[in-house]
């Protein structure tokens, strides 16, 4: 499996494919319905979606919102049975192109697109002026062909919903979100320094900043961690948001793997969200903060073993 950052001087092996076309944030049941309409038995499967996001490039100042960063992405789109996935460069030039230069000098002169799949709901070129029925027509005088993939039937509407998965963990539903993506939503970034008080109190943590990732609600969370993508899952507990006891800063996922000791700055971490345990709370005293963090390790084991 191979991913590719242009459409343009693709090696021949990489032309020829029939791709689903989408933004594909969070892989859901909609996105592998369209994925799967792409699988035809002649010809090889990829996956073309666009990076940065559109409204990404459009809203540069909208709050993080991806449910997955570009490489777990891909990876889940390999898992699917992707063989080639085209990351299309969604820049100025992209997005002043006309529907027809679109499919011209995108689909068909770059990646030399013999199927397309798509949602019933896609919008491409300038402005969103081209709809599937578009794409559809403008594929016939290119020489590809289109399938339009309808609403997913007998599936709830929000189980095909990015927006859904986003307004669950917003509002610290992590269960309602797995419900959705087929597995615990993942934070992952590398480990960084932070201010090692947690060390001082007994409870070290390992620190990573999401970035574009969705900000899920400040709070505290129990979860399980994995360390450089090795190994097993680790139970733990792990707080989102400012900490407003030891002083406001920019939010932070900080998480305590139970029963850990190493050296992990640097390494790359994946934090699974299983369960809200409850807000973050301003405390009086660093004392009061230590007791209850006691007792969310308590509920967090008990969650998790449950």
């Known amino acids: 499996m191979a991913v590719f950052a242009d459409f343009r001087g693709l090696p021949e092996a990489a032309r020829g494919y029939s791709i689903a076309l989408g933004n594909?944030?969070?892989v859901h049941a909609g996105h592998q319905a369209v994925i799967e309409a792409a699988r035809i038995d002649a010809l090889q499967l990829g996956v073309a979606t666009f990076e940065p996001p559109p409204r990404a490039f459009f809203?540069?100042?909208?709050?993080p919102f991806r449910i997955y960063r570009p490489a777990?992405?891909?990876a889940r789109?390999?898992?699917l049975g992707a063989e080639a996935v085209y990351e299309l460069p969604f820049n100025a030039e992209m997005a002043s192109m006309t529907d027809e230069e679109f499919c011209r000098i995108v689909l068909h002169e770059g990646l030399g697109v013999r199927h397309v799949a798509v949602g019933f709901d896609f919008r491409f070129g300038r402005g969103r002026m081209g709809d599937a029925a578009r794409l559809s027509s403008l594929g016939r005088?290119?020489?590809?062909?289109?399938t339009i993939v309808d609403r997913v039937e007998g599936v709830d509407v929000a189980k095909a919903s990015s927006t859904a998965i986003r307004e669950a963990l917003i509002s610290g539903e992590p269960e309602k979100a797995a419900a959705m993506l087929g597995h615990a939503w993942i934070a992952d970034g590398a480990v960084e320094h932070g201010e090692k008080r947690g060390r001082t109190i007994g409870f070290p943590t390992a620190n990573?900043?999401?970035g574009s990732l969705i900000h899920p609600r400040h709070g505290v969370y129990a979860v399980k961690v994995r360390i450089d993508r090795d190994g097993g899952w680790l139970p733990g507990v792990a707080n989102f948001g400012r900490t407003p006891t030891t002083g406001v800063r920019d939010p932070l996922l900080e998480a305590y793997?139970?029963?850990?000791?190493?050296?992990?700055?640097?390494?790359?971490l994946e934090v699974a969200l299983h369960h809200y345990l409850r807000p973050?709370?301003?405390?009086?005293?660093?004392?009061?903060?230590?007791e209850q963090m006691h007792r969310d390790c308590a509920d967090a084991r008990a969650k998790l073993s449950g």
Do not use: A, Q
């Open 24 to 26: 594909f944030d969070g």
């Open 59 to 63: 809203r540069p100042n909208d709050p």
């Open 72 to 74: 777990r992405r891909n």
């Open 77 to 79: 789109l390999i898992e």
């Open 141 to 146: 005088s290119l020489g590809f062909d289109v």
């Open 208 to 210: 990573i900043h999401l």
């Open 257 to 268: 793997i139970f029963d850990f000791e190493g050296d992990i700055y640097g390494h790359f």
């Open 280 to 290: 973050e709370l301003h405390f009086s005293s660093l004392d009061d903060m230590v």
